[in-house]
């Protein structure tokens, strides 16, 4: 079966899922790619892929759906939103007007495409980077904030505060079958046995709980 997922995906989620599949089909190789989600709709569309985890599927794509993480602000330490409380929420339009750190994950669903969803525009970025790891550095440098997926947050968080939004918004998982897929007997096998597991729960990588394990 080749399966094919965004990193942050692969690091929370998909693991047990793997594991478990494994030990009542042994016979059975997953082999797991890892993309952007639209490099993951490009091998779905010309069955290069059996099955690919996408994000924010619409009904009529019959996906699984897995489960689903929220975007949070991430805020230098420094900075004057960082004195709020751990229990405060952060609204969107207190961001908008502050140096911004765009990270993109290489995802087109991004800080700034849920700003302008919501009727607002960033005035200020300072630069745009695809790795979420180069994002945190920068952000826990003092060089912007950002709005970025709890999924992907470190655990190291020296430099930066974390928020929720105030307005919370999700990103969804779901779990779609290629043209080829339809007809692979192996990937209709693991669709099964993911039906039958729990589903549609939400990773278990929350602010407050990956707060609590920093400190």
Same mark, same amino acid.
């Not at 082999?31 to 779905?44: I, N, R």
């Not at 892929?49 to 420094?78: K, Q």
């Not at 969107?92 to 919501?118: H, M, W």
């Given at each position: 079966? &080749?399966?094919?997922?965004?990193?942050?995906?692969?690091?929370?989620? /998909?693991?047990?899922?793997?594991?478990?599949?494994?030990?009542?089909? #042994?016979?059975?190789?997953?082999?797991?790619?890892?993309?952007?989600?639209?490099?993951? =709709?490009?091998?779905?569309?010309?069955?290069?892929?059996?099955?690919?985890?996408? $994000?924010?599927?619409?009904?009529?794509?019959?996906?699984?759906?897995?489960?689903?993480?929220?975007?949070?602000?991430?805020? #230098?330490?420094?900075?004057?939103?960082?004195? &709020?409380?751990?229990?405060?929420?952060? +609204?969107?339009?207190?961001?908008?007007?502050?140096?911004? %750190?765009?990270?993109?994950?290489?995802?087109?669903?991004?800080?700034?495409?849920?700003?302008?969803? =919501?009727?607002?525009?960033?005035?200020?970025? &300072?630069?745009?980077?695809?790795?979420?790891?180069?994002?945190?550095?920068? %952000?826990?440098? @003092? $060089?912007?904030?950002?709005?970025?997926?709890?999924?992907?947050?470190?655990?190291?968080?020296?430099?930066?505060?974390?928020?929720? /939004?105030?307005?919370?918004?999700?990103?969804?998982? @779901?779990?779609?079958?290629?043209?080829?897929?339809?007809?692979?007997?192996? +990937?209709?096998?693991?669709?099964?046995?993911?039906?039958?597991?729990?589903?549609?729960?939400?990773?278990? $990588?929350?602010?407050?709980?990956?707060? +609590? &394990?920093?400190?």
């Amino acid at each position: 079966i &080749k399966l094919a997922s965004f990193p942050s995906v692969f690091a929370n989620l /998909l693991p047990p899922l793997l594991q478990g599949f494994s030990r009542l089909h #042994p016979g059975i190789e997953i082999v797991s790619l890892e993309g952007t989600d639209e490099e993951v =709709e490009q091998w779905l569309a010309n069955s290069s892929i059996d099955l690919g985890v996408v $994000m924010n599927p619409c009904p009529s794509r019959g996906a699984l759906l897995l489960g689903r993480d929220s975007w949070v602000a991430a805020i #230098p330490a420094t900075h004057d939103l960082a004195r &709020k409380s751990s229990h405060s929420t952060v +609204a969107l339009k207190d961001l908008v007007e502050e140096p911004f %750190i765009l990270a993109t994950g290489g995802c087109y669903l991004n800080g700034q495409s849920l700003v302008e969803r =919501e009727g607002l525009k960033l005035k200020d970025v &300072k630069i745009t980077v695809r790795d979420w790891t180069t994002a945190f550095a920068l %952000i826990s440098e @003092g $060089m912007g904030i950002s709005i970025v997926p709890a999924s992907t947050l470190p655990v190291d968080r020296r430099g930066m505060r974390v928020f929720e /939004l105030s307005k919370p918004i999700y990103r969804e998982f @779901g779990l779609v079958c290629s043209p080829a897929g339809e007809n692979t007997p192996s +990937a209709q096998a693991f669709l099964n046995e993911i039906r039958k597991s729990t589903l549609g729960s939400d990773i278990p $990588m929350t602010v407050r709980s990956t707060e +609590a &394990k920093v400190a």
